[in-house]
């Protein structure tokens, strides 16, 4: 039975909720953990490891079939599909464990680094553990309990950053980084057991149907993987581990306020697209509301973690570092056009059109490669960073049209949604131009840099918010994003007081 629509209307938008919050807390410990790792490690620890986890990605095509997502996808899942779902997994883990230990010398070989071998070794041991996580906790985004899915992942993110913290202040060295990875993979199994009751077993009664759904979805995600880690991939063999650990923190860096706000939004709403498959007129309206609220918020931080990459790179991270400032500018920019498409693709799955995902998988892929290489042959890691953001700028108009015609929707749809965002982000970048001018260093005031980023935050956030509220009011005050948010700030106000009073 289909879920009224209002009633997935609702439970998306707590369930975004919930996902928001937990990437707003996520990446204030990823932060963290950067800026403590960037101080006690080098470039070239990262760079080093980025290598290996380049190679890990390329191992994960093997189990890149997204049983979960066919799992939520299919309302009338039984118990003998979780069950299937997680025997494959574990049979898939297996087989990238054993490609790995095959690759690691060629890899090794290839980068011209002897270390990279033992890394992947290590890294092939969490990634065969992490194939026996608890297929059960796919029922917290199917059933959109996904404040149950929050907490699962935050205490999986704090045990990885306190072992990994502790271990750099200890070893000072690239091993940190392995050994958090690799503990992170063997705590999330064991929580995933015990935050879900389900325990499932071994059967492969259900593999052929799963594998069916998910043979595009295997193709999809194995080019993504291939998307995302193609610069990687050739900044490390043609530049080396110093370059690739400048371009790997700037990537990072960049896309903290833009792909990792819009990832657990993501998250959070493909279950409500699923449910809403069947009735073309409610998707096209639940898709605006989603696009709405990642435009809402990612418009602002790709803009404004561009213009203070300067004093963040120097507040932050240290002198060693500064050859991230042009990276982190162009890839701020690159995860905004990138946290765009990435929940439009959810879109075409949700209306089993996933063959066209992959396609256009296969387009994008085709084009990144060569502007990554051209690139980097012209200008280095800037050129990588400048061919992966015209990688995705080239082919939004195509995937834009493609979705309208979907889901039913017009031009003056997307431009309703989005004139509010970038003209207020437009007033902000003038008030930052105007503060950072004067604030930076050089001129007459020449604040420290932390407190030049700090107040050019505060600045920000309040220019960007009272434009959206004054451009909110001048509209007609429509029903958005701008609502919602104002609607639940209201509510927790409310609670506040209530509180106050008892």
Not at 41 to 64: C, H, K, N, R, Y
Not at 260 to 289: C, K, M, Q
Not at 362 to 384: C, D, E, K, N, R
Not at 460 to 474: D, E, K, M, N, Q
Request: charged share 10%; glycine share 8%; proline share 3%.
């Amino acid at each position: 039975m289909i879920p009224p629509v209002q009633s997935v209307g609702r439970r998306m938008a707590t369930g975004a909720a919930w996902m928001v919050g937990f990437k707003l807390i996520e990446r204030s410990i990823g932060l963290i953990s950067t800026i403590v790792l960037a101080r006690l490690l080098l470039p070239e620890d990262f760079g080093l490891v980025a290598m290996a986890t380049s190679v890990i990605a390329v191992a994960e095509l093997l189990q890149a079939f997204s049983f979960d997502v066919a799992l939520i996808q299919n309302q009338e899942a039984t118990r003998e599909d979780y069950d299937s779902a997680w025997t494959l997994n574990i049979l898939l883990a297996a087989g990238c464990a054993v490609f790995l230990a095959a690759a690691a010398y060629p890899m090794s070989v290839f980068y011209g680094d002897h270390r990279v071998e033992s890394v992947i070794y290590c890294l092939a041991l969490g990634l065969f553990a992490q194939g026996f996580e608890n297929i059960g906790i796919v029922a917290f985004r199917k059933e959109l309990t996904l404040h149950k899915d929050f907490w699962f992942l935050l205490a999986k993110k704090i045990v990885a950053f306190t072992i990994t913290v502790s271990c750099a202040l200890y070893m000072r060295n690239y091993w940190a980084l392995i050994i958090g990875m690799v503990s992170s993979r063997f705590v999330g199994v064991g929580l995933s057991y015990l935050v879900h009751p389900y325990r499932p077993l071994l059967s492969l009664a259900r593999a052929s149907a799963l594998v069916h759904f998910s043979k595009w979805l295997l193709i999809t995600n194995a080019l993504g993987v291939a998307r995302s880690r193609t610069a990687d991939i050739i900044v490390g063999h043609m530049a080396g581990a110093h370059a690739l650990g400048l371009f790997t923190m700037s990537y990072e860096i960049s896309n903290l306020p833009t792909t990792e706000l819009s990832a657990p939004i993501n998250r959070a709403v493909f279950p409500g697209y699923a449910a809403l498959s069947s009735d073309t007129n409610a998707l096209g309206h639940s898709v605006l509301r989603v696009m709405s609220m990642i435009l809402l918020l990612t418009i602002p931080a790709a803009f404004g973690i561009a213009m203070v990459a300067e004093s963040l790179v120097d507040a932050l991270l240290g002198s060693k570092w500064t050859g991230a400032i042009p990276l982190i500018q162009v890839l701020a920019i690159f995860g905004l056009v990138s946290s765009f498409q990435s929940n439009l693709g959810f879109v075409f799955v949700a209306k089993r059109q996933a063959r066209f995902i992959t396609f256009w998988s296969i387009a994008m892929f085709l084009l990144q490669l060569p502007l990554v290489i051209i690139g980097v042959y012209l200008s280095g890691t800037t050129g990588a960073a400048v061919g992966l953001l015209a990688s995705v700028v080239i082919p939004l108009p195509f995937v834009i049209r493609a979705v309208s015609r979907l889901v039913g929707l017009r031009a003056a749809d997307w431009g309703a949604i989005a004139w509010r965002p970038v003209i207020s982000a437009m007033i902000m970048g003038v008030v930052l131009w105007g503060w950072l001018s004067i604030a930076s260093p050089g001129s007459n005031f020449s604040a420290s840099s932390l407190f030049t980023l700090l107040s050019s935050i505060s600045l920000g956030t309040v220019s960007y918010c009272l434009s959206v509220l004054a451009l909110w009011i001048l509209a007609g005050r429509p029903v958005g994003s701008e609502s919602y948010l104002f609607e639940r700030i209201g509510v927790l106000i409310s609670r506040a007081r209530g509180k106050l009073r008892d």
